[in-house]
């Protein structure tokens, strides 16, 4: 049975654009590897830390949302805890509400992002 999880995990600050993306790509190509199907990926940027993790007071934020079997858990965390790059992650299995509140949450943020759009179209028409 497919459940649906959400990790979170918190890249060391030190580096650049290009290799944030591939150490974010390294672990969805990780994903998809273990055939687990990608609902929603957000990178939440640059971040101070509530408290310094490895001597860094700051970090890149990124989640994923997914649905997979069980099994796909223990691998991805280990090959997290194996990287360097990383600084934290947690990974937490989504029940009923927290699936229907994400897609509400996403739902809402489509809704304004189009009208915030059609408001931008209609001030350079005028």
Do not use: C
């Amino acid at each position: 049975m497919t459940n649906q999880y959400e990790t979170v995990f918190i890249l060391t600050p030190v580096l650049s654009e290009a290799q944030m993306k591939e150490a974010v790509q390294k672990f969805k190509d990780l994903l998809k590897g273990q055939n687990a199907e990608l609902v929603h990926e957000e990178h939440w940027g640059l971040k101070k830390l509530a408290y310094p993790i490895q001597k860094k007071s700051t970090g890149f934020y990124h989640l994923f949302e997914y649905k997979a079997e069980g099994d796909i858990i223990e691998p991805l965390e280990t090959e997290m805890k194996r990287d360097e790059r990383m600084l934290r992650f947690l990974t937490v299995k989504l029940d009923k509400h927290a699936i229907e509140y994400n897609e509400k949450k996403r739902r809402k943020a489509k809704e304004k992002a189009e009208s915030t759009g059609h408001e931008q179209q209609e001030t350079q028409n005028n």
